[in-house]
């Protein structure tokens, strides 16, 4: 049985700095495509970052360059996201999910992988 389990979130004051860790079991992860999403009240669920098996990282925009990276620990199965310089917009639900294909070309897991319940992030002005 597949596990994706977020943790880190929490509140930080404005220009402050959260760790993100999402952790998989029930599955080979270091062949696996990890992304992480968010999704603030009244809003749809956007991409953040994501890291491929090969180590490719792809920003769905431009205002997280700079800010947030993502890496990944293949000995403990675990992807991070590292957000430094955070504002309050930055407020969401923050979800991980890990591709259920093997050595996947995407850039990214889909909505049909699998998925964590999220880690609340909320950043005060």
């Known amino acids: 049985q597949v596990q994706v389990v977020e943790s880190g979130g929490g509140l930080v004051q404005a220009g402050g700095s959260l760790r993100l860790s999402c952790t998989a079991s029930?599955?080979?992860?270091?062949?696996?495509?990890m992304g992480w999403f968010r999704q603030a009240p009244g809003k749809e669920r956007e991409g953040v970052l994501c890291?491929?098996?090969?180590?490719?990282?792809?920003y769905y925009t431009d205002s997280m360059k700079g800010r947030f990276t993502v890496s990944r620990d293949n000995a403990k199965n675990t992807v991070y996201l590292q957000m430094n310089s955070l504002k309050p917009e930055d407020t969401a639900m923050y979800y991980c999910?890990?591709?259920?294909?093997?050595?996947?070309?995407?850039?990214?897991?889909?909505?049909?992988?699998?998925w964590g319940q999220g880690t609340q992030v909320t950043v005060s002005s």
């Open positions: 999910a890990a591709a259920s294909r093997r050595y996947s070309n995407a850039y990214c897991p889909s909505a049909s992988d699998y």
């Open positions: 029930g599955l080979t992860f270091d062949d696996r495509v």
């Open positions: 890291i491929a098996w090969n180590g490719r990282t792809t």
